[in-house]
């Protein structure tokens, strides 16, 4: 089988799929998504490889200007991994959300703050229990997407709300209430 390798920048169907999936969790993706599609990158690789699904990319100006320079059509993958396109929607990654997180580019983006129990189990690849959160948003809503940060600002996982705001208040410490998606454990947890 041929590899079939494609790298470019995202055109307006992709662009669409991304900011309709992404203002699902906050309207200020739009104008992120908006800021920043120039420097979005879409990266397929033939079906043999590790994933079957289109990657997005996210580059900087300095490698912006030097993929304009270039001319090789052996280019799967450059700068920072954003997300994937599944089924029409875009996931985000736990990277790109944690950039934009930092960078201060999405303010809106709710965040779980965890105990160091909770850090531990979460970088074992284990969901969120209620006697594990020191801080949760009132504006919690049942499948919202979360940010999972530690007592030092960092950013642990992705993980999805079980439970609305006010149903987490008669919740049992031990039960679940967020599912992990994505943690930074996970490259400790799978073979290189």
């Known amino acids: 089988m041929s590899e079939t390798l494609e790298f470019r920048r995202i055109n307006e169907i992709e662009e669409k799929i991304i900011i309709t999936s992404l203002t699902k969790i906050s309207s200020d993706f739009q ?39 270039l001319k090789s059509d052996r280019i799967i993958s450059a700068g920072l991994y954003f997300g994937f396109i599944k089924k029409g929607n875009f996931h985000i990654s736990l990277e790109g959300a944690e950039f934009l997180y930092k960078n201060n580019k999405l303010s809106s983006f709710r965040r779980i703050y965890v105990n160091d129990k909770g850090e531990k189990s979460i970088l074992y690849g284990n969901n969120i229990l209620k006697n594990m959160i020191i801080k949760f948003p009132i504006s919690l809503r049942k499948k919202d997407l979360l940010l999972v940060i530690n007592k030092y600002e960092e950013v642990l996982a992705l993980i999805r709300s079980k439970f609305d705001y006010q149903d987490i208040q008669e919740v049992k410490p031990k039960d679940i209430i967020a599912i992990n998606l994505i943690d930074k454990g996970i490259y400790l947890r799978v073979s290189q």
Request: hydrophobic share 40%; charged share 15%.
């Open 31 to 69: 104008q992120i998504i908006n800021n920043f599609k120039k420097f979005l990158y879409f990266s397929t690789e033939s079906l043999t490889s590790r994933s079957i699904f289109p990657n997005i990319f996210l580059i900087s100006k300095d490698q912006y200007t030097l993929l304009q320079s």
